[in-house]
């Protein structure tokens, strides 16, 4: 079984600012983690992945995450917020590395708020 | 290439009444999944398509959902008849043949649906 916790429902940062948010993951197996973006009135885009090539991943719009084994960590960061990245975000994890054909376990997702 | 669309995007029905939402994946995607978010909580998994054929439907909440794929294009999912616990937003999302980690799940806007 799996499962993903996401550490606050809200973040509020000011533009400029770090942006962290925190994942926590459970598996069975080694995962394969996932982060993605919903913003208003749009569908769930894929942020970045992990797939044990690499412990760093960068993604899209300057995000980028660190894979902690010893952890259970998937915290996704940006070193400068930016109004526009202003947005709810979803760890997901998959058992398997399709991610698409293997199916998804999200987590409740957190709200980025972005203060000018 | 057009993205995975839904209809409606919003629906308000009455308890008792019937609602079929629709899918349909991007060309030539295989797989189809629907998930579900009631609100505050995490997204969840309902079932998965390959073509025609459902993989897995473990995540049904029961038989008042009836999902179906005719032809292996598009996908509706049936709600009849409607609770109040069924209200949420219902995500479809689909991707390519077979399993790949270059073939994340690519989601459409989703389809509000408000059961009064």
């Known amino acids: 079984a799996q499962s993903v916790t996401q550490l606050g429902s809200h973040v509020s940062v000011s533009e400029g600012a770090l942006v962290l948010l925190r994942c926590n993951y459970s598996?069975?197996?080694?995962?394969?983690l996932f982060w993605y973006v919903q913003y208003p009135n749009q569908g769930l885009q894929l942020l970045l992945k992990?797939?044990?090539?690499?412990?760093l991943v960068k993604g899209i719009n300057g995000f980028e995450a660190e894979f902690k084994k010893s952890e259970t960590s998937f915290h996704l960061t940006k070193p400068s917020a930016h109004m526009s990245d202003a947005a709810e975000y979803f760890c997901?994890?998959?058992?398997?590395?399709?991610?698409?054909?293997?199916?998804?376990?999200f987590g409740k997702g957190t709200h980025l708020i972005i203060q000018p | 290439e057009a993205g995975v669309t839904q209809f409606p995007s919003h629906s308000v029905i009455e308890k008792g009444q019937t609602v079929t939402l629709r899918c349909d994946p991007i060309?030539?995607?295989?797989?189809l999944y629907w998930y579900r978010r009631v609100m505050g909580k995490e997204i969840k998994f309902l079932l998965h398509?390959?073509?025609?054929?459902?993989?897995?439907e473990s995540g049904m909440p029961n038989n008042r959902f009836l999902a179906e794929r005719t032809g292996g294009t598009y996908s509706t999912l049936k709600v009849q008849p409607a609770e109040l616990e069924d209200s949420g937003v219902y995500f479809c999302a689909s991707s390519p043949p077979g399993r790949s980690s270059n073939s994340p799940l690519h989601f459409g806007n989703g389809t509000r649906l408000t059961v009064t």
């Open positions: 992990y797939t044990s090539a690499a412990t």
């Open positions: 398509f390959v073509k025609e054929s459902k993989q897995d």
């Open positions: 598996s069975s197996v080694p995962p394969y």
């Open positions: 060309s030539g995607h295989d797989n």
């Open positions: 997901a994890v998959s058992e398997g590395s399709g991610g698409g054909a293997d199916g998804l376990t």
